[in-house]
């Protein structure tokens, strides 16, 4: 449905940014998104993000907006993937909550989802931003990294 790739008893989910390709596989729904760190692109946070996320970004210092417009951006699209609707679902339609941890509040209550966030540095000093949503509390500790020769069958 609504193009989400699937295979009959394993969920998974792909995000691509730059060189940079990132898997996310779970027992349940998972969705994920890998961008990288740079300029925050015009506008785009007062067009995609809610008024309680643009408060909360436009009190983040100057220096660390970027970084903080783009941890907020990879974990909207990770639940988008997540849920299968992808931008069918507007993401001002659902808000995330920062406290003790991140939660997706969507129509009135909060999701049962769990958001995990990582940090990568490519060997040319690009910052990545990847989060992960899944409907279960089950993540890797560390993304590990493969090379591309890695991954494809040479025969």
Known sequence: PNGKPEVEG???NLSHSKTMVICAVGEKS???DIEQISKAPGKVADRFFNE????YLNQIPEEKRNKEF???WTMKESYIKMTGEGMQLPL????LLHGEYVQVYRDGRLQNCFIKEY???QDNN???QVSVCAEEEKFAKQVIFK???ELVDKK
């Open 30 to 32: 998972v969705g994920c």
């Open 70 to 72: 783009y941890r907020l």
């Open 52 to 55: 309680r996320e643009l408060r």
């Open 119 to 121: 940090k990568l540095s």
């Open 126 to 128: 690009l910052q990545y």
């Open 147 to 149: 090379k591309w020769e």
């Open 92 to 95: 001002q339609q659902f808000e």
């Open 10 to 12: 394993i969920f998974f």
